[in-house]
């Protein structure tokens, strides 16, 4: 008869089994993705003349140090002139942020001058004042998708036609999302971040866009049907991750977001560590958020209508814990049965239900630790050395996304304990001017 602790040890064990499964369930699905990640980015649409009319906002808050360098770097696109307008959207700045656009002859709208009520915190506030600023419901009239940018993104001069040809071949999708590069990667944190994108660039966003699954929103240099966003009432979001939330509701009403690979969008990655800590924090509040208030709509129309598939990836996508929280999971369940495997040299522990538990999870362990080392060495090697110039030096950069996604953890567990407090943005600091790297195309 089992004693009361080997029953609590066998109950341990069986929860922890639960966990092993549902990390290794998560690495099949992403080990599944990757296998549509390799190859030569083809084009499914042809390039065609301008005709598609944009808006472009670029969101800035005390952004004097970089404003200048974007504001120069965007008007270098190659478009037809007479298609595009592009506005600052100088958000309650207190430094030069508004003389500079002056300077530069760039049209800014000034939300100091709070000619409408704030609608929402931070960035998504902004952008829905310039909204009401230059229109709302008449912008339709004028325009046919938004883009957004950041302060201080750079973005390719063919930007928009990529766009424009992509837009109209793909029957004009409510979102498309340009591939983002990174402007620096100079500290081993900025390198974290780079190495992350290059990886999720290709063996997430281009490999779903090619299974015809619906892509992830990145925050800039996406483009969103303007006659969508304003059926829904524009920028009006009630989580610190609008580009998330705007991705969700696309979802559940059955709209598409798509995937450019040809045109970059270039933003800054912070070195500073607190900067960081602070961004990545604001990302997981608003990202636990968007997953619990979306679970309910989610699955009911995971029972209830078509498409399940694409409910079932946002759903993976919503509540899969980051990659180093499932990592450290694999190598306790190793850890663990090395440790058992020592202790029973001396005495016996578990019962026999307990044992087939744990050999179970060393098993599962083995396997999810063995995928993991693919995505890790093989996809993240490919990335460099098809999407970049890079010189691919596995140490430094091995070193680096450890360091990037290991940091996140506690972000992560930040996030989820102030999942519901949706109300201060914190803004991240730019200072980069210029790309400090060299890098290829796909």
């Known amino acids: 008869m089992p004693d009361l602790?080997?029953?609590?040890?066998?109950?341990?064990?069986g929860l922890f089994f639960l966990l092993t499964i549902y990390v290794n369930m998560n690495f099949f699905y992403y080990v599944f993705l990757t296998l549509y990640g390799f190859g030569k980015a083809k084009r499914d649409y042809e390039l065609i003349p301008d005709q598609t009319r944009f808006l472009i906002l670029v969101a800035a808050h005390n952004e004097e140090k970089v404003i200048g360098s974007t504001i120069d770097n965007l008007q270098?696109?190659?478009?037809?002139?007479d298609l595009y307008d592009i506005y600052v959207v100088n958000d309650n700045s207190t430094d030069r942020t508004g003389e500079i656009c002056e300077?530069?002859?760039?049209?800014y709208i000034n939300t100091g001058e709070k000619l409408f009520?704030?609608?929402?915190?931070?960035?998504?506030?902004?952008?829905?004042y310039a909204l009401r600023y230059l229109g709302f419901d008449k912008l339709t009239d004028q325009y046919d998708c938004l883009m957004i940018l950041d302060a201080d993104n750079h973005v390719d001069h063919n930007i928009l036609s990529e766009l424009n040809s992509q837009y109209i071949g793909k029957g004009k999708p409510e979102a498309i999302q340009s591939y983002l590069d990174s402007k620096n990667s100079s500290s081993s944190l900025s390198l974290g971040y780079a190495m992350s994108y290059y990886i999720t660039n290709r063996f997430f966003q281009l490999a779903k866009y090619r299974l015809g699954l619906p892509n992830a929103i990145g925050g800039t240099g996406f483009i969103v049907r303007l006659d969508y966003l304003m059926k829904h009432g524009g920028f009006r979001f009630h989580s610190l991750t609008e580009d998330l939330e705007l991705e969700m509701e696309i979802v559940k009403d059955n709209g598409r977001v798509l995937w450019n690979h040809f045109v970059r969008v270039y933003d800054e990655k912070p070195d500073n560590f607190k900067i960081s800590i602070k961004q990545r924090t604001r990302w997981s509040q608003g990202h636990w958020y968007v997953a619990f208030t979306n679970l309910k709509p989610m699955l009911k129309k995971l029972f209830t209508e078509k498409g399940k598939?694409?409910?079932l990836d946002q759903l993976v996508y919503l509540f899969g814990m980051a990659r180093a929280v499932q990592l450290s999971i694999v190598l306790i369940g190793l850890l663990g049965t090395a440790l058992y495997g020592l202790l029973t040299q001396n005495f016996q522990m578990l019962t026999e239900g307990g044992e087939r538990l744990l050999f179970l999870i060393a098993g599962g362990s083995i396997l999810a630790l063995a995928l993991f080392v693919y995505q890790f060495l093989i996809?993240?090697?490919?990335a460099i050395k098809v999407d970049t110039k890079m010189e691919f030096k596995p140490i430094r950069m091995g070193i680096s996304v450890f360091y990037y996604a290991y940091t996140f953890i506690y972000a992560q567990v930040v996030g989820l304990i102030k999942w519901k407090q949706q109300h201060t943005w914190v803004k991240t600091e730019h200072n980069k001017t210029a790309i400090t790297h060299k890098r290829g195309r796909a």
Do not use: W
């Not at 270098?76 to 002139?81: D, F, R």
């Not at 009520?117 to 829905?128: H, I, M, S, Y």
């Open 5 to 13: 602790a080997q029953v609590a040890v066998t109950v341990l064990l």
């Open 76 to 81: 270098n696109i190659t478009y037809n002139k």
């Open 103 to 107: 300077e530069k002859g760039m049209k």
């Open 117 to 128: 009520p704030r609608e929402g915190v931070g960035k998504p506030a902004g952008l829905q």
């Open 309 to 311: 598939l694409k409910i």
């Open 379 to 382: 996809c993240m090697y490919y």
